[in-house]
């Protein structure tokens, strides 16, 4: 139905920057929210930020003034630029679309991309 490919994680020094990115295809009528979640290693999966279609957003208290999430409707595209990264930022980073509606299905669904690794040394 729906795939969610994600790029941009890697290897960054404390207090670099990097740019994530999450594409969405298939037969995609509407996508409600986009965002992005992390999980570390022993650690639960957390909201890192997400943006609704109306373009309100939410961020994590972690995060804030530091990491800047965007998204391009027409390209079914979300961007999570990542600035200022502490060493506690490591995680695996995962693409979320929220209440999609995919053309020639019943109902809504949720999507999950298969994670990209942001590691930050310190």
Do not use: H
Not at 1 to 29: D, K, N, P, T, Y
Not at 51 to 67: I, L
């Amino acid at each position: 139905q729906v795939q969610l490919v994600e790029s941009g994680g890697g290897l960054v020094q404390a207090g670099g920057s990097l740019r994530l990115s999450c594409a969405a295809s298939g037969s995609i009528f509407s996508i409600n929210a986009m965002g992005w979640y992390r999980q570390a290693p022993g650690k639960q999966r957390e909201l890192v930020a997400n943006m609704a279609s109306s373009d309100s957003t939410n961020y994590a208290d972690s995060v804030k003034g530091r990491f800047t999430i965007s998204r391009d409707n027409a390209k079914n595209t979300v961007y999570l630029q990542m600035d200022s990264l502490k060493p506690e930022d490591t995680a695996v980073y995962y693409c979320n679309a929220q209440r999609v509606v995919v053309r020639g299905y019943a109902g809504i669904y949720d999507y999950w991309g298969q994670g990209t690794q942001v590691t930050v040394s310190s």
